[in-house]
């Protein structure tokens, strides 16, 4: 329950914001999520909180990147190289580091985005960003109200 009402509150505030790319942010909000489950339940907060700084810091690195490599209008080929490129460093942090791995990640999704559905490239990374952002405070939202609404309520009358 807790993924479906997170992905359908980001995905819905993706779709009144009026982004074009709605699911990023239901993809971002699943992350935090997945820090919980992960951990277990009654863990801290503390490492879903740093999930979703992972999943934001590092695709903003990967924004940076996706924006310099995009600038300069290269053509299909060379974006299809560096598609293939950024595979190997995704792969090879993704399970040690996730934040790192996202900053390789984003620009190879956007890029493949872009060379199969070419658009502008700012309206492209600013979409990536609000979306990212929109999901991942979702995802945390939904974590932590999720773990008030898992505890048990004591009516204080328990025996020490």
Same mark, same amino acid.
């Given at each position: 329950?807790?993924?479906?009402?997170?992905?359908?509150? +980001?995905?819905?505030? #993706?779709?009144?914001?009026? @982004?074009? &790319?709605?699911?990023? *942010?239901?993809?971002?909000?699943? =992350?935090?999520? *997945? +820090?919980?489950?992960? $951990?277990?339940?009654?863990?801290?907060?503390? #490492? %879903?909180?740093?999930?979703?700084? &992972?999943? @934001?810091?590092?695709?903003? @690195?990967?924004?940076?990147?996706?924006?310099?490599?995009?600038? !300069?209008?290269?053509?299909?080929?060379?974006?299809? =190289?560096?598609?293939?490129?950024?595979?190997?460093?995704? /792969?090879?942090?993704?399970? $040690? &580091?996730? #934040?790192?791995?996202?900053?390789?990640?984003?620009?190879?999704?956007?890029?493949?985005? /872009?060379?199969?559905? !070419?658009?502008?490239?700012?309206?492209? %990374?600013?979409? $990536?960003?609000?979306?990212? =952002?929109? #999901?991942?405070?979702?995802?945390?939202?939904?974590?932590? +109200?999720?773990? $008030?609404?898992?505890?048990?309520?004591?009516?204080?009358?328990?025996?020490?």
């Amino acid at each position: 329950m807790r993924y479906a009402l997170a992905i359908s509150i +980001a995905g819905s505030c #993706g779709l009144l914001l009026g @982004v074009d &790319h709605a699911n990023w *942010a239901m993809a971002a909000a699943a =992350v935090p999520l *997945a +820090a919980a489950d992960a $951990r277990g339940q009654d863990s801290s907060i503390r #490492g %879903v909180i740093e999930r979703g700084t &992972h999943r @934001v810091l590092g695709t903003f @690195v990967g924004l940076f990147i996706t924006g310099a490599l995009l600038a !300069p209008q290269f053509g299909p080929v060379f974006l299809a =190289v560096v598609v293939i490129v950024l595979l190997f460093p995704t /792969e090879l942090f993704m399970i $040690r &580091h996730y #934040g790192l791995a996202l900053g390789f990640f984003t620009p190879l999704i956007l890029l493949m985005t /872009e060379l199969t559905a !070419p658009t502008d490239s700012l309206t492209l %990374v600013r979409d $990536r960003a609000v979306d990212t =952002v929109i #999901g991942v405070v979702v995802g945390i939202s939904v974590a932590v +109200a999720s773990r $008030r609404w898992g505890r048990p309520r004591t009516s204080g009358h328990e025996a020490g």
